[in-house]
């Protein structure tokens, strides 16, 4: 079959694309963004083609999907439209994919990469697994009987998804441009999560015990009344260890090359997801050590005696588990965060959330938001100025004004956000290497 994607190198349809190939289609795509992304190069490994322009032919038997950031006014949708294709949504195409292996599926307001990303790190190097990571990274190998996907709650993507077992971080209020409140996201998740035979489940978070689970499902945390209990947590400048139990037996103590208690938590639920399918405690213990997170997930790094983070974090509790993670591996460094708000809907949802987890922080920088499916008409107006009045000190900067940053030589500089920051390394990689002295 053929598939044409377009939005190519958002991260999820790359990903999309990639797998499709790997199951033997022909898949080629449209994208604005002509500069390189990270996302491409799984595409780029492929040959998958990308096309910035108008006119390239497609055969009509072409199956079309597109990402949601595309509005029906783009050009390359109209143009679609008036060649006589009906779009497929995207996450019915996922959707397809998933019946066809016994899918896990990650989900989590937070946490879903990475929980993802050490789940395929345990099953790939033992069992074999097919995957799709939301960093740009998929796979298939129709052999493969596992397939592990992060299911991602954006516009409610994920109900599209046949999960054999479930596994659910947390859950916490965010993409208020798609939920009404909180008891609406709780809600969502629980349609998710009774879609599965089998669930793991964060314990500690009150919003996923209020989920009535119909199926069933075994919770994790430090609580003593969950199913599997971590305890003894050490987090170290060389990286975290913990002990996990199931019940009262004590099964193994685990050391990750992560930094955070809520790396420590998206570990424990791929150990016993692992556990499930039958990986050895021993084989766990051994490949923990040599996990390399995913792309744009604290990605470091090191400039004379300057350390950049390339991290995605994007909401306040993000911003902050991530800010006291930096703290643990780098005590003694000055932190400077610089922070760009993506979507108008949640920096007006977070503004005050947002200063207060960039306070974590010794100095901080916002950016002007940068948003590619919104129109800052239809909400109340908003700015990066209105974090920036909440925290003292506080500046704004931009790719143009990035030698403010020089002050922060012989720290840690850390850029956030999902909206892409590789300019802003890039200027500041620039400036650090021709102004040897502050």
């Given at each position: 079959?053929k598939?044409?994607?377009i939005?190519i190198k958002g991260?999820?349809?790359?990903?999309l694309?990639?797998?499709?190939?790997?199951m033997?289609?022909?898949?080629?795509?449209?994208?604005?963004a002509?500069?390189?992304?990270?996302?491409?190069?799984?595409?780029?490994?492929?040959?998958i083609?990308i096309?910035y322009?108008?006119?390239?032919a497609?055969?009509p038997?072409?199956?079309v999907?597109?990402?949601?950031?595309f509005?029906?006014d783009?050009p390359?949708?109209k143009?679609?439209?008036?060649?006589?294709?009906?779009?497929?949504?995207?996450n019915e195409?996922v959707?397809?994919i998933?019946?066809?292996?016994?899918?896990?599926?990650?989900?989590?307001?937070?946490?879903?990469?990475?929980?993802?990303?050490?789940?395929?790190h345990l099953?790939?190097?033992?069992?074999g697994?097919n995957?799709?990571?939301?960093?740009?990274?998929?796979?298939?190998?129709?052999?493969?009987?596992?397939?592990?996907?992060?299911?991602?709650?954006?516009?409610?993507?994920f109900?599209?998804?046949?999960?054999k077992l479930?596994i659910?971080?947390?859950?916490?209020?965010?993409h208020t441009?798609?939920?009404k409140?909180?008891?609406?996201t709780?809600?969502?998740?629980?349609?998710?999560a009774?879609?599965?035979?089998y669930?793991i489940?964060n314990g500690?978070?009150?919003?996923?015990r209020?989920?009535?689970?119909?199926?069933?499902v075994?919770?994790?945390?430090e609580?003593?009344?969950?199913?599997?209990?971590i305890?003894?947590?050490?987090l170290?400048?060389?990286g975290?260890?913990?002990?996990?139990?199931q019940g009262?037996?004590y099964?193994?103590?685990?050391?990750?090359?992560?930094?955070?208690?809520?790396?420590?938590?998206?570990a424990?639920?791929a150990?016993?997801?692992?556990l499930?399918?039958g990986?050895?405690?021993e084989k766990?213990?051994?490949?923990?050590?040599?996990?390399?997170?995913a792309?744009?997930?604290?990605?470091?790094?090191i400039i004379?005696?300057?350390?950049?983070?390339?991290?995605?974090?994007?909401?306040?509790?993000?911003?902050?588990?991530?800010?006291e993670?930096?703290?643990?591996?780098?005590p003694?460094k000055k932190?400077?965060v610089?922070?760009?708000?993506?979507?108008y809907s949640?920096?007006?949802?977070?503004?005050?959330?947002?200063?207060e987890?960039?306070?974590?922080?010794?100095q901080?920088?916002?950016?002007?938001?940068v948003?590619?499916?919104?129109?800052?008409?239809?909400?109340?107006p908003?700015?990066?100025?209105?974090?920036?009045?909440?925290?003292?000190?506080?500046?704004l900067?931009?790719?143009?004004?990035?030698?403010k940053?020089?002050?922060?030589?012989?720290?840690v500089?850390?850029?956030?956000?999902?909206?892409t920051?590789s300019?802003?390394i890039?200027?500041f990689?620039?400036?650090?290497?021709?102004?040897?002295?502050?």
């Open positions: 079959m598939y044409y994607c939005g991260s999820g349809m790359s990903t694309a990639q797998m499709l190939y790997d033997g289609n022909e898949v080629s795509g449209y994208d604005d002509k500069d390189y992304k990270f996302t491409e190069a799984g595409l780029k490994a492929r040959n083609p096309y322009d108008h006119t390239h497609l055969d038997d072409t199956i999907t597109a990402s949601k950031a509005s029906e783009h390359e949708l143009r679609i439209k008036e060649l006589g294709f009906t779009l497929t949504p995207y195409v959707g397809d998933t019946k066809q292996f016994e899918t896990i599926a990650v989900c989590g307001t937070h946490g879903k990469t990475t929980t993802s990303s050490l789940l395929k099953l790939e190097n033992t069992v697994c995957y799709f990571i939301g960093d740009g990274s998929g796979h298939i190998d129709k052999k493969n009987r596992l397939l592990v996907i992060e299911s991602d709650e954006f516009n409610r993507h109900l599209a998804y046949h999960p479930a659910i971080t947390c859950i916490e209020l965010e441009e798609i939920y409140d909180l008891k609406d709780i809600q969502t998740f629980e349609k998710f009774n879609k599965a035979e669930v489940a500690d978070d009150p919003n996923v209020a989920i009535q689970f119909h199926n069933k075994v919770f994790y945390g609580d003593t009344n969950n199913d599997y209990q305890k003894d947590i050490q170290a400048t060389t975290s260890t913990f002990s996990l139990y009262e037996a099964l193994d103590t685990f050391t990750i090359p992560l930094y955070g208690h809520h790396m420590v938590m998206n424990a639920a150990i016993i997801a692992s499930q399918q990986v050895t405690l766990i213990k051994d490949l923990l050590p040599s996990f390399q997170n792309k744009r997930r604290f990605a470091e790094t004379g005696d300057t350390v950049i983070i390339d991290d995605y974090a994007h909401h306040p509790t993000e911003i902050r588990v991530t800010l993670a930096v703290r643990q591996k780098y003694t932190l400077t610089v922070f760009r708000p993506n979507t949640r920096t007006a949802a977070f503004t005050r959330e947002f200063a987890a960039l306070s974590v922080a010794d901080a920088y916002i950016t002007p938001i948003c590619d499916r919104e129109n800052p008409a239809d909400y109340p908003v700015s990066s100025e209105d974090i920036i009045a909440l925290l003292p000190g506080s500046e900067i931009d790719e143009t004004s990035i030698n940053l020089l002050s922060a030589r012989g720290g500089v850390c850029f956030m956000g999902c909206a920051v300019h802003l890039e200027n990689e620039a400036v650090l290497s021709t102004n040897k002295e502050v």
